[in-house]
């Protein structure tokens, strides 16, 4: 199974930035799709965006805030661009992989992905 850290989370004010980083480690060779979720207490964890091993990019339509994924497969790290943040962007951001390549034309759920972070936080102030 691949393990994945994740990097980058804080403190910011509304308006502000962040860049979030997952670098993966272990049986690299099975992933496929790597992607991002979110979660607040009280909360379902919420995709946010996935990559999949052919470069393609699957973002969820419900959340607020510019979130824009990349990857790099030579560095097998994953990025998360969070620009203009509000307030509501506030959560815990998971990292996640899966081995499955199954084609997906939108989001993934979390079910999908086998392999999980244990996430960083991000808050964003009024």
């Known amino acids: 199974q691949v393990q994945l850290v994740e990097s980058g989370g804080g403190s910011v004010q509304a308006g502000g930035s962040l860049r979030l980083s997952c670098t993966a480690s272990?049986?690299?060779?099975?992933?496929?799709?790597m992607g991002w979720f979110r979660q607040t207490p009280g909360k379902e964890r919420e995709g946010v965006a996935a990559?999949?091993?052919?470069?393609?990019?699957r973002a969820a339509d419900s959340f607020e805030g510019c979130l824009t994924a990349s990857r790099d497969n030579a560095k097998n790290t994953l990025f998360l661009q969070m620009n203009n943040l509000k307030h509501e962007d506030t959560a815990v951001y998971y990292c996640?992989?899966?081995?499955?390549?199954?084609?997906?034309?939108?989001?993934?759920?979390?079910?999908?992905?086998?392999?999980w972070g244990q996430g960083t936080q991000v808050t964003v102030s009024a």
């Open positions: 996640a992989a899966t081995r499955n390549r199954g084609g997906y034309y939108s989001m993934p759920p979390a079910r999908f992905f086998d392999s």
């Open positions: 272990g049986a690299t060779e099975s992933t496929y799709w």
């Open positions: 990559i999949s091993g052919a470069g393609k990019i």
